[in-house]
């Protein structure tokens, strides 16, 4: 999961760099708002721990993150994973 990745990096250049991947990746823009808001949570996430905390407790945090509902996803998606008419962004607790 990409949110796990954005706990591990310095916050401010993951940003800036993150939003330019974002806006730039040719997604589909339910995909970008998503990916846009799971980022910050990743950095949030992020400002809980040490650059020294290892890939566990992180990884732990980002589940806790997911079963609260505090990230997000997109849903319904085709059998091959893409974004159809009725694709909404949803909290990953719904």
């Known amino acids: 999961m990409k949110c796990f990745r954005y706990c591990r990096i310095w916050r401010v250049t993951y940003k800036i760099f ?10 589909h823009p339910l995909e970008t708002q998503m990916d846009l ?8 996430i992020g400002k809980l721990f040490s650059f020294w ?4 407790a ?4 980002v589940l806790e ?6 990230l997000k996803y997109l849903a319904p998606l ?11 962004i949803k909290y990953t607790n719904q």
């Open 18 to 27: 993150t939003e330019a991947h974002e806006w730039n990746s040719g997604n």
């Open 37 to 44: 808001f799971n980022n910050l949570i990743g950095i949030e």
């Open 53 to 56: 905390t290892g890939d566990e």
């Open 58 to 61: 992180i990884s732990n945090k």
């Open 65 to 70: 993150y997911m079963s609260t509902g505090k």
């Open 78 to 88: 085709d059998k091959d994973g893409n974004i159809v008419s009725v694709t909404t």
